[in-house]
Nanobody, 118 residues
């Protein structure tokens, strides 16, 4: 079971990035997926989530209107389009998945670092 996140990097405030998370070893389409982030010295926080069929995305207030979560079940891939990036978006971003059975996020990727300079 593996979630491989990628797409992070160093950008300037106002720029955009798209993160990807490729799943292997799981039935991706049965997983509710989410993105989380952890900034230096802070606790991990929820960013966005999307249901198995791609409907009903939800977002943290801090990213609403700037970030878009999506998924391609045919490609076993989760995305996070991040626009109008701010320095406070700097963090390691993690993708995670959960099923109805587990009820909690039980599968985690290794994280990809996003650094936004002012």
């Amino acid at each position: 079971v593996q979630l491989q996140a990628s797409g992070g990097g160093l950008v300037q405030a106002g720029d955009s990035l798209r993160l990807s998370c490729i799943a292997s070893g799981i039935s991706f389409r049965t997983y509710h997926m989410g993105w989380f982030r952890q900034a230096p010295g802070k606790e991990r926080e929820f960013v966005a989530a999307i249901a198995r069929g791609g409907n009903g995305p939800s977002y943290a207030d801090s990213v609403k209107g700037r970030f878009t979560i999506s998924r391609d079940n045919a490609k076993n891939t989760l995305y996070l389009q991040m626009n109008s990036l701010k320095p406070e978006d700097t963090a390691v971003y993690y993708c995670a998945g959960k099923t109805i059975l587990t009820g909690t996020y039980s599968v985690w990727g290794q994280g990809t670092l996003v650094t936004v300079s002012s």
